[in-house]
């Protein structure tokens, strides 16, 4: 009896933890990176990463981390319904000379918790 009990409550662990990641959110971002090329000094920029969910269930963006103090991002608060779209617009403040890569980490609750997006250029 014991071991039925038991065999019986992996297999209700094992069926609800599948039906769990079956209905998740989804990000389907247009593109991930983003190269602005040559821009000037002391002229902060911006760019907007379109994203959509193509997962059954809302996407929630809970924080978008830039990895540096030179740069600031703005993104959807509201929750992102399935066939829906959102954004995460970023800017970064271009102080000093020279080539740069930035990247933004966003925390959600889709498949991949944790995504990265990246800019990068030359500052003149």
Do not use: R, W
């Not at 959509?52 to 991002?73: H, K, L, M």
Request: proline residues 6%.
């Amino acid at each position: 009896m014991k071991k039925l009990t038991s065999i019986g409550a992996v297999l209700i662990a094992f069926i609800s933890l599948t039906a769990m990641t079956l209905l998740a959110a989804e990000f389907k971002f247009e593109k991930e990176s983003h190269d602005f090329g040559k821009i000037p000094a002391n002229k902060p920029v911006s760019y907007e990463y379109k994203f959509s969910n193509a997962g059954d269930q809302p996407i929630i963006i809970t924080d978008v981390q830039p990895t540096c103090g030179c740069s600031v991002a703005e993104f959807t608060k509201t929750p992102v319904k399935p066939g829906e779209a959102g954004t995460i617009k970023v800017t970064y403040n271009a102080e000093t000379t020279g080539p740069f890569t930035k990247s933004f980490i966003v925390k959600s609750n889709t498949k991949t918790p944790v995504k990265t997006l990246t800019i990068k250029g030359i500052v003149e």
